[in-house]
């Protein structure tokens, strides 16, 4: 093994302009691979978070017969000792009802949560602009709402309810969640106060989860629906809800896969026609080599090692391009307000398989030289030179 190593690395540095443009072609194949996988998964996890990043991901609720839960504290402990993938979990109180003023009512729906335990799901405190978290008999307000309706903090206002409850809030503060269908409409007050305003007693009408992987959602909403078995509750999940979003996301999963494919085969095709022209100009050298004694393995393991060598080089200098190209990416491809289109996003592991499909690859494409040498007769390739 150690002089077929020797030999290879010989004949790498003997054609040093011919191992340079190899090292470089597998070099941009794994950088183009790097690029366009990191870029994808980027886009991916920004939809992901922009979307269902900060909403309920497996969401229990009530059906239309009962509307409330009861005994939810016990469900909610239940998932917590047994379900590994939740991360977040939150009871919510909510309802329609009307902001009364004082020549209209507007639509809106109270959201009534623990702040505590909603805080892991909708991040309320970075989605503050104005005032603080509410406490009860208080209310805050979506930023459109206050737009519209000219309200100012320490404001008191009306909810009314279908059942023709009225109740009396104060604003606490004003939040932004940068979509104007919720600044709109929600209003959010701690559970307490929702659970007064609409007779729930002690009961609630959804609990709210979050779970480490966002994919697995269905999974995990199974193995709820499962445990519990009760049908007066309804358990769904956000790939139920988006089949459109998570038919492009496949969509994009599948673009790159084949992106990468078909780069990938450009490489190994590259690499074992110019290693297979190799054995050509080196067949002198070979059957002299053999002719010394060498035995034809060790020939052979000469052009592995030669792949090898190629690959592992060439993967390391595409690994690195790859990441550069990713950087520049998000510090030149920027939104108005400064902020890059798509966050730069790292896969470890994904760039370990790529430098170590590249390697492989290299490694299969030496096996068509490797076997070709095995073939070289000593006496014939020195009588004709």
């Known amino acids: 093994m150690r002089l077929s190593f020797k030999i290879a690395s010989r004949f790498l540095r003997f054609n040093f302009g011919q191992t340079l443009l190899i090292v470089t072609g597998i070099a941009i ?39 409330t839960i009861s005994g939810w504290e016990e469900i909610i402990e239940g998932i917590v000792q047994n379900e590994q993938g939740v991360n977040q979990i939150s009871p919510a109180a909510d309802g329609a009802a009307f902001l009364v003023g004082e020549e209209s009512s507007d639509p809106v729906i109270v959201r009534g949560w623990i702040f505590e335990d ?19 008999g208080e209310v805050i307000i979506g930023l459109n709402l206050k737009d519209e309706l000219g309200l100012s903090i320490e404001d008191d206002i009306k909810l009314a309810t279908a059942t023709g409850r009225i109740q009396d809030y104060k604003i606490s503060g004003f939040y932004d969640f940068r979509v104007s269908s919720i600044n709109s ?100 050298e070979i059957g002299i080599l053999k002719a010394m004694g060498i035995r034809d393995g060790d020939a052979s393991r000469i052009f592995l090692l030669q792949g090898l060598i190629l690959g592992v080089f060439g993967a390391m200098l595409g690994v690195a391009l790859g990441l550069g190209l990713s950087v520049a990416f998000t510090k030149f491809a920027l939104n108005p307000d400064g902020t890059p289109v798509i966050a730069f996003y790292i896969n470890y592991g994904f760039i370990a398989l790529s430098g170590g499909i590249a390697i492989l690859a290299s490694l299969v494409a030496s096996f068509i030289p490797a076997r070709k040498s095995l073939k070289l007769n000593p006496i014939e390739v020195i009588r004709n030179g």
């Open 29 to 67: 194949g794994v950088s183009v691979q790097v690029f366009i996988g990191l870029l994808i998964q980027g886009l991916q996890q920004d939809l992901v978070n922009r979307t269902i990043g900060s909403s309920s991901q497996v969401t229990i609720s009530a059906n239309k017969e009962i509307a």
């Open 118 to 136: 909603a805080e892991g799901i909708y991040a309320i405190e970075e989605k503050l602009i104005e005032g603080k978290v509410p406490g009860e």
């Open 185 to 284: 409409s929600w209003v959010i007050t701690d559970i307490k106060s929702a659970q007064g305003l609409f007779d729930y007693g002690d009961e609630v009408t959804s609990i709210e989860m979050q779970v480490q992987d966002v994919f697995a959602a269905d999974i995990i909403a199974d193995s709820i629906n499962n445990r519990i078995d009760n049908e007066d509750l309804i358990i769904d999940n956000w790939k139920a809800q988006n089949q459109e979003l998570l038919s492009g996301l496949n969509g994009q999963s599948i673009s790159s896969i084949m992106i990468q494919v078909f780069v990938m085969v450009s490489v190994v095709l590259g690499i074992s026609s110019v290693l297979a022209i190799t054995v050509m100009q080196k067949s002198k």
